[in-house]
Structures are given as C-alpha cells and as structure tokens.
C-alpha cells in the first residue's frame, strides 16, 4: 500500500484529509498550484506521486517520485512508493532496488517490508520473499497483510497447509479483507477443499473489484438504465434481479459471463444441469463464444450483452462461476459429470482438414499473454525446440498471436515446420480454432483458454504447468488428472521455471501414442 508522508506541511492538510477520502481529483486539483509555486517542495511532490498510484497510473507515478528522490534519494516514503509503482508495472527487479533503499533509510519500514516480499515473490525469490514477511511480522506480529502475502510465497513453494493457516489468520484479523478472504478460498480450492473454498471463491468481486469495473461496466454499473443490486460482500450489481440459489424453479433464470475466456469455457461445463432446474436458462457471454455455444447448447438461449440489456423477462440472475458453488461442491461432482460439451462446425472441421498436413497432427500453444502471471506459464524456444523433436508429428500453430518470427527461427533450428493456417485467426475466430483444434489427433498447450476449448471438445490435451506461480486454482495443486476435462493429462513442473523436464515427459508420452 502507498504511504503518504506523515508530517506534511500545513498547505498540504487539505490535499491529504481529500486523498484520504479518495477524492483524488479534487486533491490534484489543490495540489499541482502549489508545486507550480514551490517546485522544490519534498513533500508536495511526495503526495502528488502518492496520489497519481492511488488513482492507478503507476507510469505518471513514476516521473513524480523520481522528481522527488532527485531532490532527496535517500527518501524512504519516496523510495518505498517507487517500488510500488514499478512492480504495479511488473519491474520488480528494480522496485526491489527501491524497497532497499527505503529500508536502509528506515530499517523498520513495515509497508516497504511488506512490498518488497510481494515483488520477491513475482520474481520467484520465494525464501526472500518468506524472510521479508516474517520480518514484518516480528516488528507487527498483527499485520495482515503480512500474513497474507507470506501466505501466497508459501503457497508458490506448495507448502499449502502453511498457506491455509496464514490466510485463515489473516481473515481472522480483518474479516472484512477481500484480499485475505480471496487467498484463503484460491488456496483452498487448489487443494480440493471445495466445500470450504467456494463462500471464499465469492470474494473474487471485493478484490478484483478495480479490474472489474474497468473490464465489465455492464453490472458494475450504468446505474440509470437498470438501478442496482447488491452482490455478496457489498459490490453493487446492475441488474436488478434476485440471486439464484440452486433450488428447481419453473421462472426464468440470466446468466452473465465473468472472469476470462478459458474460465467461461470452463464454467460452462455445467450449464445443462443448470438448465435441468430452472424454467428457462439465458446465457449472456463473449461474442467470440456465442455461435459455439449455440450449436452446443440447443436448449440454452445464447445472447450478446447488448441484447440482455433490452430484456425484463428474467426472474433469477447469477454470475457464472457461482454456477461452482451450486453444482461442484467435491471431487465426485466433478468426475461424475465430466465429459466433452462443444461441437465444432462440421463444415469448418471438414474444409480445414483438406488443407492441413496429413499424418498425424499435434496442435501446440505455447504462450500467455496474461500481464500478471503469463511469464510463469510460457514456453521459450529451446523447450519449443524439444518438442518438435517427437517423431511422426505434424505440428499444428494453435497459438494466438504473430507467431511468424518464432516459428522461422524453429523451421531454421530442426527442420520442422509448424503450419499455421491463416485463413483462421487464433483469437477472434474460435469457430475457427475450435475446427482447427478438432482436426488435430493430439494438442500440447500450456496453460491458455486454447487448453479449455480442447478439452471442452474432448480432444487428448497434454497439459503443461508451472510449478505454482500462474498456476490457477482449477489445475489443482497437484496430480495428472483435470476435473473439468476428461481428455486432459497434467503435466507439472517438479521445480519453478523448469520446462525441459517437462516437455522431455510429454515427448515420451507423444512417442508412445
């Protein structure tokens, strides 16, 4: 968390009592004549950068705390709050500088403490990551955040009962810590607590409630076209509807979409029971989706947002993935209810299976885009470069994204080319790729939503995951069996960041088939 300066001069009293208050614009306001007017004013700059954090630009945060540190590098507020700009644009290397120096000026600095842990960890730095939290907890053996965050390191190093105790404390603390809550029900759920996880899983709005309401206006707000509604744990809902609770009802029931397009093909697992119970089930979801999910799910109506926002014929809404809660409540629900739930367009499967190779076809994805944690599961070249080393393959591009560069580079290195079929583009056309991925005998991805389409299809997936870090929760924590799919074979990392011994297991695996 930024910390502003504590003893301000008395101009800045009112610019602090707003920020305090959140009312950042109205603080900047006030703030920026009197830097105009004291240019060299420590302090001033200090809570100007503070302000432009709290009001999420850490790239104009930065130009404004360095401005600072040129006037004063061994200021420790300064300092600490860089660092938190930097690592809220994934620099932690250099944010990890910054927490340094602010605890070498202020050795007791519990908030620098805190934050250069969370950077460790990010950057695999695990055990520094540990030590840093526990040296926070010795100064505030209280401080949840602390907890929390050692809870996560712990968590990236599989040690899960340690995790569960940590983040369990820290909700005990502050019982109204989305953040704790959340963590709590992540690590929990990794681990199959199901049961336990999903009352934690709700939390998912309070702490990603930042993200959401810039990703999904639509039920965050747009408060004159629909009034509003509470979702659990005070985040205020668009639609104004009652909450579906699971039990049979002839009404009609609006399911609207969350989370990211893998884990909306995922929850989607369990729309037909969904179905079974209620009079009439629309589903609102990801254009890319809706064709797919038309042919798929006959007896759901499938519709864009735009067109919801038209409608007053529903009784119930819910968001998606408390479908979870209702349907998944242990590892039996799961299994019992696995099996393949899209259809691919025969004609789109047919007219690409003229044009592909023949033989035997392997479609591969290989990266992540994702800001936070893609690095974590991602391929580079030489682990790439050992799975084209498979025999009797034909290898299929099913990676979103240009992928032209390292594809050439792969031809130059093995002699062994990866078709990429331009007449399907990988992210916006998944009629397409669910085609494409339906032509192939075998897809070896990493974890992407190409990993749910395939499994979704039914096709044989071979899985591949990180250790920990940017591994999600429904990967569970360990084991080679998916519960969502049940074509899907994991394969994990034995130790952070080694994917030769990984792709060495899925090359034998491919060889055998």
């Known amino acids: 968390m930024a910390r502003a300066p504590a003893g301000a001069k008395k101009p800045l009293t009112e610019v602090l009592r707003l920020a305090q208050r959140g009312a950042y614009a109205e603080a900047r306001a006030l703030l920026e004549p009197l830097i105009a007017s004291r240019p060299e004013d420590v302090e001033a700059l200090q809570l100007l950068g ?53 605890i070498a000026t202020d050795p ?21 990551a540990i030590a840093a939290q526990r040296r926070a907890l010795e100064l505030k053996p209280g401080h949840a955040g602390a907890l929390s965050n050692l809870g996560m390191a712990l968590a990236n190093l599989n040690r899960h009962a340690e995790a569960i105790a940590c983040h369990e404390e820290a909700r005990r603390l502050e019982p109204q810590s989305a953040a704790a809550q959340h963590n709590l029900g992540n690590v929990l759920l990794l681990t199959g607590e199901f049961a336990r996880g999903w009352p934690q899983f709700a939390w998912r709005w309070q702490a990603n409630l930042p993200r959401l309401a810039a990703e999904q206006p639509f039920w965050l707000g747009n408060e004159q076209q629909h009034g509003r509604f509470d979702l659990p744990h005070g985040v205020r809902c ?33 729309l037909d029971e969904a179905r079974a119970r209620v009079g009439r089930l629309t589903l609102i979801t990801d254009p890319r989706l809706i064709p797919l999910f038309r042919r798929s799910f006959p007896q759901i109506e499938v519709i864009a947002l735009e067109a919801a926002q038209r409608r007053s014929d529903f009784r119930w809404q819910l968001p998606m993935g408390d479908l979870c809660g209702l349907l998944r409540q242990g590892r039996d629900d799961f299994l019992r209810n696995r099996k393949a739930y899209l259809g691919a367009d025969p004609q789109r499967v047919a007219a690409l299976q003229a044009q592909l190779p023949q033989g035997r076809r392997c479609g591969l994805a290989w990266f992540s885009k994702n800001v936070l944690i893609g690095n974590h599961k991602s391929l580079g070249p030489e682990p790439i470069r050992s799975l084209l080393g498979a025999a009797g393959w034909q290898f299929i591009d099913l990676q979103y994204g240009d992928t032209g560069a390292i594809r050439e580079e792969l031809r130059r290195d093995t002699g062994v080319a990866i078709t990429r079929v331009d007449s399907v583009d990988n992210f916006n056309d998944l009629e397409g790729l669910a085609a494409l991925v339906e032509s192939c005998d075998l897809v070896v991805t990493v974890s992407t939503a190409t990993a749910h389409l395939a499994g979704a299809l039914g096709k044989t997936v071979f899985l591949m995951l990180p250790h920990a870090q940017g591994r999600f929760w429904y990967w569970q924590a360990e084991g080679d069996v998916a519960l969502w799919y049940p074509n899907v074979r994991l394969f994990r990392q034995s130790r952070a960041g080694d994917w030769m011994a990984v792709v060495k297991r899925v090359g034998a695996e491919m060889d055998r088939l």
């Open 50 to 102: 503070v302000i432009t954090l709290q009001q999420g630009r850490p790239d104009l945060a930065e130009a404004e705390l360095r401005r600072v540190l040129a006037l004063n590098p061994a200021h420790a507020i300064a300092n600490s709050n860089l660092g938190l700009a930097l690592s809220q644009m994934n620099r932690d290397a250099e944010a990890v500088e910054h927490y340094d120096r602010a």
């Open 108 to 128: 007791n600095y519990i908030d620098a403490l805190v934050n250069r842990g969370v950077a460790l960890n990010k950057l695999k730095r695990y055990d520094e």
């Open 238 to 270: 668009a639609i104004n509807l009652p909450f579906w609770d699971g039990r049979p009802t002839p009404d009609a029931l609006l399911v609207w979409p969350e989370k990211g397009l893998g884990e909306l093909i995922m929850f989607a697992s369990m």
